[in-house]
């Protein structure tokens, strides 16, 4: 069986890199994500900062 030794600060890191190299991927901006997700662009832009 194989267990994941992340800590929670290195998921975090890890979940804010894939939601940016996937925002980039569909050519969307932060404010074209954040509008989708019924979110604001400041948290939107923390999130991506990790």
């Known amino acids: 069986m194989k267990y994941n030794t992340m ?3 290195e998921i975090i890191l890890s979940l804010c ?6 925002r980039l991927s569909l050519s ?3 404010q074209q ?4 997700a019924h979110d604001g662009i400041a948290a ?4 991506q900062r990790g």
């Open 44 to 47: 939107l832009r923390r999130l």
């Open 17 to 22: 890199a894939r939601l940016k190299e996937t």
């Open 33 to 36: 994500l954040a509008d989708r």
């Open 28 to 30: 969307m901006t932060q």
């Open 7 to 9: 800590n929670n600060d």
